[in-house]
């Protein structure tokens, strides 16, 4: 695992749109591997998106409709999309209400592709 590749990756992913605020790399059992961007408590919003990422598989596999590829949720205060990467964690990025969220959506899978090479 190169650190200073994930992190230049972060740091570019967050640069790449004004309104990304936190860029975070989770492993499956919710510890923060990596994050760039303002947040409190990284360790707590790690095993939050964990959370999330059980939850919807749950559904998914519920409905038998296979295995979550992305996850991308708005509300009235902002926008959370998370992607796995491989076998090794997840990507998640939180952003302000009003991103784009086509483009979001191409720089997190940008990230994710980088990061599915160095980790």
């Not at 640069?15 to 408590?41: H, R, T």
């Not at 992607?83 to 191409?106: E, F, Y």
Request: charged share 20%; glycine share 6%.
């Amino acid at each position: 695992m190169d650190i200073n590749e994930i992190e230049s990756t972060l740091k570019s992913l967050n640069d790449s749109n004004p309104q990304i605020l936190l860029s975070m790399i989770i492993s499956p059992d919710g510890l923060a591997l990596a994050y760039e961007g303002n947040v409190d408590d990284h360790e707590r919003t790690g095993a939050l998106y964990i959370e999330l990422q059980l939850l919807c598989e749950k559904i998914m596999s519920e409905l038998d409709y296979g295995n979550v590829e992305e996850m991308f949720i708005r509300s009235a205060s902002g926008c959370v999309v998370m992607l796995p990467i491989s076998n090794k964690g997840i990507l998640a990025c939180m952003s302000t209400p009003d991103v784009n969220s086509g483009m979001m959506q191409l720089v997190t899978w940008k990230a994710v592709n980088r990061l599915n090479k160095c980790m």
